[in-house]
């Protein structure tokens, strides 16, 4: 079963930064292209970045592309969120996911396996 953990949320003030982290248990996160989604309250869940499993190329949604950045670390088995320059807006909870597409717009349609509780990012003055 792929399952991963996501960490790292928290509270921040507009103009903050924080690092999310999203741990694999139980498979080798390098053969899956994984992405990171986040859901605000009473808004759906859309994809935010993600990363694909062979060439590592990157894809963000406009509203985080220059402020976010995705990558991975293999032999840590992990995938990280950078975010910098937060805004209100980005208050969400954020999750990680194994994915099929990694191109054009980021949909959760195309994550796959089971999501986790996922990490509360608040960014309030």
């Known amino acids: 079963q792929l399952q991963l953990v996501e960490s790292g949320g928290g509270l921040v003030q507009p103009g903050g930064s924080l690092r999310l982290s999203c741990a694999a248990s139980g498979f080798t996160l390098d053969y899956y292209t994984i992405g990171w989604f986040r859901q605000a309250p009473g808004k759906e869940r859309e994809g935010v970045s993600c990363?694909?499993?062979?060439?590592?190329?990157?894809n963000y949604a406009d509203s985080v592309k220059g402020r976010f950045t995705i990558s991975r670390d293999n032999a840590k088995n992990k995938v990280y969120l950078q975010m910098n320059s937060l805004k209100p807006e980005d208050t969400a909870v954020y999750y990680c996911a194994t994915t099929y597409v990694c191109s054009g717009d980021i949909s959760p349609r195309d994550a796959f396996g089971s999501w986790g509780q996922g990490t509360q990012v608040t960014v309030s003055s």
């Open positions: 990363i694909r499993s062979s060439s590592g190329a990157t």
